[in-house]
């Protein structure tokens, strides 16, 4: 079904309808029947799919004890489910580790600060097997500004729409209550010479004006520096530092946020919120298939910027109260700029730097409009009913990466690149309904529909339902099934954006071919399913074990099947398509414990196992993970103010691809390595002095175990070794 109502104006105009819609901020709410001493508690869907067996909370406190070096991912990590991995199942710029929940890969996580979507890494471009120079987007909030951190994964996830196939990672913000001032400073140093350190400060300046208007600052500033250029000489072939693989690279970030809230009464607020960021490479020789040269040495030596990513949003944010229920409804600008040095566009040479001075720039821009409401009623069940809606626009302008020349101009695609469109652009329009019921005072269901219209593939419907059964006053049983999806990038549907082997990587060796964007595709579906059970006592031993299962389709992939077919001088070219490829199935086992004993000590662990994670059609693995991680942590508090932790993780054995996803053969020798199994132990102390500074310090990777990358098989990223770290937080 396609583009059923025009698009562009009438969309906006929409999207203005919702952000004036009531909507619900997730609450709590106490029904009681005076005939009955009894009160049941019934939570808005929201809060209770947060029950959820697949979802686990990080708070401040945490970040305090193991503080990240830079990015939150290394803390979020260590969450059940969750892995590092690159954008690729390639293992292509495998040391840019992003969050890959579930084994879905990182383009199936969604991001959000304060419940808004971060989308800055959709302006990098996407390679045709899924690479892209990127780190995500789990670095656009300084550490010692976070209050909790959110995980979301399996069924949970879907009612947050496209991108929420494998999971949501959820940054929530600190909003000081009355006046104070917190900062953090933190410094990381390796033990190894040719490991990059790391440096950091935050502050946090907030609290009331008056008895009507609130303010808060976040400010942010971080290096992480980069790897030398030799750091993996001993694990390559070549004496010479640049014919080996890069480690990772340097990150310089700045962060800046306002934000203005105003009381308008009690049953009304405002917020209005402004933030730039930007992030900094400091260029480690990283390229994205072949290596060497002067230019990328001299920009190695030199520790040059090669790229910056600025992030700037403005959203405004309602919260209401009625007769009726509560809402929580805003509407956000996030604007994204991406400059790099220019790379190359066509075969070996593809994500090769080749300019040491001229730079392209790629602006991205999304409205993001949201709007629900919760009601609560007392029909055959208590329950609340959650209605909302949400907007999405994309817009990109993009004269970098439409530069690559279409011989003939095949596949109705322009051949000067100075006759393509440079901007393209998606609208997506979303409508939910959820409805959590208290059946008795054990069983509580929730049922969920979503409609999503897209104007490029038109309707799309996900319909969910979760469970949660009280065994006993200590076991609970909970399961949920739903259907996710993801929308095609602007990449994949860009009909401008033409990629060419240049007679290397083609579909079966078929000679040199293009592949095109494509602007009829489906979203990819994933079939989400999930059963579990937890064990809580009164003495605070928890205990939980889930299964999950999901069934892929439509992924989007290069296409197979030749589209067009030319000829010119004496070579032959064919023409492919981005295209839905495929089904494609992932399932696991999750398990969590918390056993607390002699009342100083807490013994946390979990462990996650990928028991398939296969496409159905080539067999091969959908991202990098290991087949199974053990997270776990032994907390002593000796004193109220003195706590030790000592902590391990444990990464099973990563296996690669093995074919080759762009030509179909079949790799052998190096190119089938695997990265065998290996643990990395941390220790750390931390001390409050008095309510208003605690000192942490520690040890990460105690043992010095360290991996190096070859980009051999499934060796594609650094282990760094032995590093001391120190940090300060302070409150007044």
Not at 26 to 53: F, G, I
């Amino acid at each position: 079904m396609k583009r059923f109502i025009s698009r562009g104006g009438c969309m906006t105009a929409l999207a203005v309808i919702l952000i004036h819609t009531p909507s619900v901020f997730a609450q709590t709410y106490t029904v009681s029947d005076p005939t009955v001493l009894e009160t049941l508690v019934v939570r808005a869907a929201s809060e209770e799919l947060k029950q959820a067996l697949g979802v686990s909370n990080i708070t401040a406190e945490d970040l305090e004890n193991a503080p990240p070096a830079n990015d939150l991912s290394e803390i979020i990590r260590k969450m059940p489910g969750v892995n590092l991995t690159g954008n690729s199942a390639t293992g292509i710029r495998g040391n840019n580790r992003q969050i890959d929940i579930r084994g879905m890969g990182p383009e199936n996580t969604l991001i959000l600060i304060d419940g808004k979507p971060v989308l800055s890494r959709n302006s990098v471009r996407y390679g045709r097997s899924g690479e892209r120079d990127t780190r995500g987007d789990s670095n656009w909030v300084p550490a010692g500004a976070v209050e909790r951190i959110e995980v979301i994964r399996g069924p949970a996830a879907a009612r947050y729409g496209s991108g929420a196939a494998g999971g949501v990672v959820n940054i929530i913000t600190k909003k000081p209550k009355e006046t104070t001032v917190e900062f953090s400073v933190f410094a990381q140093m390796p033990e190894h010479s040719d490991e990059g350190g790391s440096r950091r400060a935050n502050l946090v300046i907030g609290g009331p004006v008056n008895d009507m208007f609130s303010y808060r600052i976040l400010a942010g500033i971080a290096q992480s520096d980069p790897d030398s250029a030799d750091v993996n000489d001993e694990a390559g072939d070549s004496a010479d530092a640049l014919d080996t693989p890069a480690g990772r690279e340097g990150v310089i970030n700045r962060d800046i946020s306002g934000l203005w809230s105003a009381d308008i009464n009690a049953d009304h607020s405002v917020d209005f919120e402004l933030t730039y960021s930007r992030q900094s490479n400091i260029y480690a020789g990283d390229t994205q298939y072949s290596s060497g040269g002067a230019l990328i040495e001299d920009l190695t030596e030199s520790g040059a910027e090669t790229n910056t990513m600025t992030r700037t949003t403005a959203s405004v944010t309602h919260k209401g109260k009625y007769d009726f229920g509560e809402s929580n409804s805003f509407v956000q600008w996030e604007h994204t700029h991406n400059r790099r040095l220019l790379e190359g566009l066509a075969g070996g040479g593809e994500g090769k730097i080749n300019s040491d001075s001229d730079y392209g720039d790629i602006y991205l821009d999304n409205l993001i409009a949201k709007s629900e409401f919760d009601i609560p009623l007392d029909m055959l069940w208590n329950q609340t009913v959650t209605l909302g809606g949400e907007y999405r626009g994309e817009f990109m302008l993009d004269n970098v990466s439409i530069q690559q020349a279409m011989a003939g101009g095949a596949g109705g695609v322009a051949a000067d690149p100075a006759d393509r469109d440079p901007k393209s652009f998606a609208h997506l329009l979303g409508l939910y309904v959820e409805d959590n019921i208290m059946v008795n005072d054990r069983l509580t269901v929730t049922p969920g529909l979503r409609a999503d219209y897209h104007d490029k593939f038109g309707l799309n419907f996900s319909p969910s339902l979760n469970a949660s059964y009280q065994v006993t006053d200590e076991i609970t049983v909970k399961g949920g099934i739903a259907r996710a999806y993801k929308s095609p990038n602007l990449y994949q549907l860009n009909p401008n954006y033409v990629y060419t082997s240049r007679g290397n990587g083609c579909w079966q060796n078929q000679g040199q071919c293009y592949v095109l964007g494509n602007p009829d595709l489906d979203p990819e579906i994933s079939l989400n399913k999930e059963i579990g059970v937890s064990y809580q006592n009164l003495d605070g031993l928890n205990a939980s074990l889930t299964y999950y299962h999901n069934d892929y389709e439509n992924r989007i992939a290069s296409g197979k099947d030749i589209v067009d077919t030319f000829v010119s001088g004496a070579n032959t070219y064919n023409v492919f398509r981005w295209a839905n490829s495929g089904p494609a199935v992932i399932s696991g086992l999750e398990g969590s414990l918390t056993v607390p004993f002699l009342d100083q000590f807490t013994w946390t662990t979990n462990a996650s196992k990928i028991i398939e994670t296969r496409d159905k059609s080539t067999g091969e693995p959908l991202s990098l993970v290991p087949e199974y991680t053990i997270n776990t942590s032994l907390r002593y508090e000796p004193m109220e103010n003195l706590g030790l932790t000592l902590g391990a993780t444990h990464y099973g054995k990563i296996k690669p691809q093995g074919t080759n996803p762009n030509t179909g053969a079949a790799y052998s020798g190096d190119d089938l390595a695997e990265r065998e199994a290996y643990t990395i132990v941390d220790a750390s102390v931390d001390y409050e002095f008095n309510e208003h500074f605690k000192v942490t310090g520690g040890v990460n990777n105690v043992f010095d175990f360290r991996l190096q990358r070859t980009n051999e098989g499934a060796q594609t990223f650094n282990e760094p070794g032995r590093a001391y770290y120190v940090s300060l937080n302070g409150s007044f």
